[in-house]
């Protein structure tokens, strides 16, 4: 069975600054997707960026960005110029390709603190 | 945003009550889904449908809970009877391309 983890239950960054939140997954598939979800206070689940596990390119969305290493199994989230609306938990999740879509695996999440 | 409503926001009830979730997803998608997010145990797939069909409901802890959607527009989730160890935030989600799902605001229940 798949897994993912997070093993940051919290982190903070001073306003302006760069963090970084790391995401271990564990499958035997090939081809899969990985996201990362933001949610705020409002609990609101916001997808922030995916990635194909067959592109070797590092998916990037403005101040997103994610460092994927398929050999390592390793999925980390690079948020740049840290905002104080960044202040959220995230969420790494994982999803098989080419199977059902029900399937979205979710870590326990890191609370990211912003500093201003 | 997706759009997806989900009602209500926030729900107490007491237990052994009846609760309705409801799911309203205003976009076109596929595939809906049901989680439950809890302290303990975090995000939970409860069941999923495709094309309105049920494909999967594994998660769904016990026959207190049930699912149906009757039309692309519509979802529910019931549990009967309610107990206070079903307390969490429920959400309903959507497909919105590749494998991405576009979730709702949620629904805060309480079972006092």
């Known amino acids: 069975a798949q897994t993912v983890t997070q093993s940051q239950p919290e982190m903070s960054v001073q306003e302006a600054e760069t963090v970084t939140l790391s995401c271990t997954y564990d499958?035997?598939?090939?081809?899969?997707?990985l996201f990362w979800y933001k949610q705020p206070p409002s609990r609101q689940m916001i997808l922030v960026i995916r990635?194909?596990?067959?592109?070797?390119q590092n998916a990037t969305e403005n101040r997103f960005s994610v460092n994927f290493q398929k050999a390592a199994k390793s999925f980390s989230l690079k948020i740049s110029d840290s905002q104080l609306g960044d202040a959220a938990m995230y969420f790494c999740?994982?999803?098989?390709?080419?199977?059902?879509?029900?399937?979205?695996?979710f870590g326990k999440g890191t609370k990211l603190s912003v500093k201003p | 945003d997706a759009g997806v409503i989900q009602s209500p926001r926030h729900e107490v009830t007491e237990m052994g009550q009846e609760v309705t979730l409801r799911c309203k997803p205003i976009?076109?998608?596929?595939?809906l889904f049901w989680y439950r997010q809890t302290m303990m145990r975090g995000l939970e797939l409860l069941i999923y449908?495709?094309?309105?069909?049920?494909?999967?409901d594994s998660g769904m802890p016990e026959d207190r809970f049930s699912a149906k959607m009757p039309n692309a527009s519509f979802s529910t989730l019931k549990i009967q009877p309610s107990e206070p160890r079903d307390s969490a935030v429920y959400f309903c989600?959507?497909?919105?391309?590749?494998?991405?799902?576009?979730f709702g605001p949620g629904t805060r229940l309480t079972v006092t």
């Open positions: 449908f495709n094309n309105n069909v049920p494909i999967d």
């Open positions: 499958t035997s598939e090939s081809d899969y997707y």
């Open positions: 989600a959507i497909s919105g391309g590749p494998y991405e799902q576009y």
């Open positions: 999740a994982y999803t098989n390709y080419g199977g059902s879509q029900g399937n979205l695996i």
């Open positions: 990635q194909e596990a067959y592109k070797q």
């Open positions: 976009s076109g998608h596929d595939y």
